[in-house]
T-cell receptor, first 112, second 118 residues
């Protein structure tokens, strides 16, 4: 079964604009992670936010977590063409720390 | 120096054949995984091994058989390949977090092996 659902499925913006992607999940979590996948490559871990955190920053990335709404958002500020990729949220399902499940991803296209 | 390496990167084969994909990690991680990504980019966990012990075995046809000769290697053998097996298979590894603890399980992925069954 699927835990995370990203929204929107696809997003196209101009370089320099901000991009916001959302993730909703179903069960309570200890933490939520975001990964990036460039075309034809493996996933790369971007940032992790724990359930007792509301916001976290890493460079141009800002992640928020609202456990009451079971949702998270990833904001990329001042986007660049190199940010073009698919972005996935991931959570642990069923209490097993080993079983990281991913949503279907948001395809972000940043136009130069 | 690639952290998680998979071979081959591309694999084209006929239905009914048997094929293997190999994975090696040099990160010293305890746990390794196989994920399957379909044409719609949905990523689904298939198997996980922790220190050579199978800990996750999702509802996968028994034509798929993982093998972990040591904690740095996890191979995937697929018998009697079918059209629906066409996908990108990703190997990943992590340093397993303690059960029940607040530790997180962050995965490092390989570049993927694209399997095309004709």
């Amino acid at each position: 079964s699927q835990q995370g659902e990203e929204d929107p499925q696809a997003l196209s913006i101009q370089e320099g604009e901000n991009a916001t992607m959302n993730c909703s999940y179903k069960t309570s979590i200890n933490n939520l992670q975001w990964y990036r996948q460039n075309s034809g490559r493996g996933l790369v871990h971007l940032i992790l936010i724990r359930s007792n955190e509301r916001e976290k920053h890493s460079g141009r990335l800002r992640v928020t977590l609202d456990t009451s709404k079971k949702s998270s958002s990833l904001l990329i500020t001042a986007s660049r063409a190199a940010d073009t990729a698919s972005y996935f949220c991931a959570t642990v399902l069923g209490g097993s720390n080993y079983k990281l499940t991913f949503g279907k991803g948001t395809l972000l296209t940043v136009n130069p | 120096d690639t952290a998680v390496s998979q071979t081959p990167k591309y694999l084209v084969t006929q239905m009914g054949n048997d094929k293997s994909i190999k994975c090696e990690q040099n990160l010293g991680h305890d746990t390794m995984y196989w994920y399957k990504q379909d044409s719609k980019k949905f990523l689904k966990i298939m198997f996980s091994y922790n220190n050579k012990e199978l800990i996750i075995n999702e509802t996968v046809p028994n034509r798929f058989s993982p093998k972990s000769p040591d904690k740095a290697h996890l191979n995937l053998h697929i018998n009697s390949l079918e059209l629906g097996d066409s996908a990108v298979y990703f190997c990943a590894s992590s340093q397993v977090a303690k059960r029940g603890g607040s530790g997180a399980n962050v995965l490092t992925f390989g570049a993927g092996s694209r399997l095309t069954v004709l």
